[in-house]
């Protein structure tokens, strides 16, 4: 049984004539009446007898068509409910961010957010790569902005921006004054760095190993802003994304010349999940 051979057969009874049954429904008379055969050879009962040029409801029909124009009424209350939700702009959005870009780049985002959805409900969640993108699995957040590398097929990811990163040196540091730097300038020097579980952590390890350096880690933190502070106080150097880079922290910035020094940030969800408007709006409006 159908949705279109119910409405077939409602306006069938309703009109009392298979052809102007069909210019309502705007299909062609002989397909419609195949249709409404289908549906009786289906129920194993006539709904309507042919009566020459006329057409009258049979016992069964009239049992029948209520039932048919109940199903009707419903399916069309279920559509203009998904319709309705659909363009609703009072939805929520969860934003999940992993700590190296939260501060830097989310209330740009939010702030665009809340003057196109001022009714609309936003949740942000601060953590780490590997439990946003549990989070993301389980639904518990609907968009995670998280950098690469990432390697989970069941994430689509969207690129927001690649940015440079820049080594973070005491201002009287002999190399203070140098425009650029290769990270094979840095060998020997002491580092400090984000701890285990950041991903910012991670690159910056992968970076020293490709210029063939391992860094002698004297302190660790979960901010930059400690790091940044250590810098200026002369404990090590450090390395430090564009979006990060803090001209009031006492330190000297220098954007390193190491062609692959870069950081990729990009907005991950789930694939194959479905969005509500404001959902959509959200992740849309970060990639311009």
């Known amino acids: 049984m159908e949705f279109h051979q119910l409405r077939y057969v409602c306006a069938v009874a309703e009109t009392g004539s298979f052809s102007r049954a069909a210019e309502r429904c705007q299909i062609a008379q002989p397909s419609l009446s195949q249709q409404v055969l289908k549906l009786e050879e289906n129920l194993g009962a006539k709904l309507f007898d042919r009566l020459g040029r006329s057409v009258r409801l049979t016992e069964a029909g009239r049992a029948f068509i209520p039932h048919a124009r109940s199903i009707l009424e419903q399916m069309e209350t279920a559509r203009s409910s998904v319709a309705q939700k659909n363009a609703d702009v009072r939805g929520s959005v969860s934003l999940g961010v992993i700590p190296t870009i939260s501060p830097y780049l989310v209330p740009r985002y939010t702030t665009s957010f809340a003057k196109r959805f001022p009714d609309a409900k936003l949740r942000i969640v601060e953590d780490v790569t590997p439990v946003l993108i549990e989070s993301l699995r389980e639904l518990s957040i609907d968009i995670a902005i998280l950098a690469l590398p990432l390697r989970h097929k069941d994430l689509e990811l969207f690129p927001l921006r690649t940015e440079p990163l820049f080594a973070v040196l005491p201002k009287e540091h002999r190399l203070a004054g140098a425009a650029s730097l290769s990270l094979r300038d840095l060998r020997g020097e002491p580092f400090v760095m984000l701890r285990d579980g950041h991903c910012f952590r991670d690159l910056s390890l ?83």
């Open 206 to 288: 992968a970076t020293c190993a490709r210029a063939r350096i391992t860094p002698n880690i004297a302190f660790e933190s979960g901010q930059f802003s400690s790091l940044f502070g250590m810098v200026a106080a002369g404990v090590g150097i450090s390395l430090a994304p564009e979006m990060a880079v803090d001209r009031n922290a006492g330190c000297r910035y220098i954007r390193l010349s190491d062609v692959r020094a870069t950081r990729t940030v990009v907005a991950a969800v789930l694939r194959g999940r479905s969005f509500n408007r404001v959902q959509r709006a959200f992740l849309s409006g970060m990639q311009k």
